[in-house]
């Protein structure tokens, strides 16, 4: 399988679970991403990873925790979500962040929905 | 702060007409990178072209072009001969040179191409 592959696609979880979302890339990159899309807002940036090590941060609530086992790996928990949390979770990788420029390739994304 | 905007929520072209989105930005920045993103409704997330502020030449990806306006901050995107397969929603992006691969997004802009 080549490219960014996510899972599941599609997502249904009461407030009181818990869940993982994975992410995959077969591209030979060194960092990934992970991005929240909801409507009518502009992607925000959730968190980095360059090297497995965790650069970037966005002020992202502690209910998410990001986990990169290796490069071509990454995971996102999820427990005690709110309502507002049900969006479409993107993941994307690149050669690498340590600078600008890099091409991100996308994952199909998980579309979560928290009841 | 860097700011991407998109002032066209919506767009619609007849099929093998030419189309072109709108993108401004805001930077302090002298070395950054411009890109155009396509989003299906697959929603996986499509580089279209890619721009780097030092090069004055504007991209080209076969149908699509960009002009890219330094003194402005503009960097419009366009299709020609459009196709059905273009329908989608884009993203305008910008990454400054100079950190850990961040990507600030606009609002998106969604176009339709009709028979």
């Known amino acids: 399988e080549t490219g960014v592959t996510q899972t599941p696609r599609h997502l249904v979880m009461g407030m009181t679970n818990k869940k993982s979302l994975k992410c995959e890339q077969h591209?030979?990159?060194?960092?990934m991403y992970w991005y929240k899309q909801s409507a009518k807002k502009p992607l925000e940036l959730m968190f980095v990873?360059?090297?497995?090590?965790?650069?970037e941060n966005n002020s992202v609530p502690s209910r998410f925790s990001p986990e990169c086992p290796n490069s071509s790996h990454l995971f996102l928990h999820l427990h005690t979500l709110q309502p507002e949390d049900s969006a479409l979770y993107l993941c994307a990788s690149s050669l690498t962040a340590d600078g600008g420029g890099e091409t991100q390739y996308f994952g199909p994304g998980t579309r979560l929905l928290v009841l | 702060a860097q700011t991407v905007t998109q002032s066209q929520p919506e767009m619609s072209v007849q099929e093998a007409e030419t189309v072109t989105l709108s993108c401004t930005y805001d930077?302090?920045?002298?070395?950054?990178?411009l890109f155009w993103y396509k989003q299906p409704p697959s929603r996986q997330m499509i580089l279209v072209i890619r721009q780097e502020a030092y090069k004055q030449q504007n991209a080209t990806e076969n149908r699509f072009s960009v002009n890219f306006q330094k003194a402005a901050k503009s960097f419009s995107l366009k299709i020609s001969d459009s196709q059905l397969g273009d329908t989608a929603m884009y993203f305008c992006?910008?990454?400054?040179?100079?950190?850990?691969?961040?990507?600030?997004f606009g609002r998106g802009t969604q176009l339709t191409v009709w028979p």
């Open positions: 591209l030979g990159h060194n960092a």
């Open positions: 990873y360059n090297f497995k090590e965790q650069t």
């Open positions: 930077t302090s920045e002298n070395n950054y990178y």
């Open positions: 992006a910008f990454s400054r040179g100079s950190t850990l691969g961040r990507l600030y």
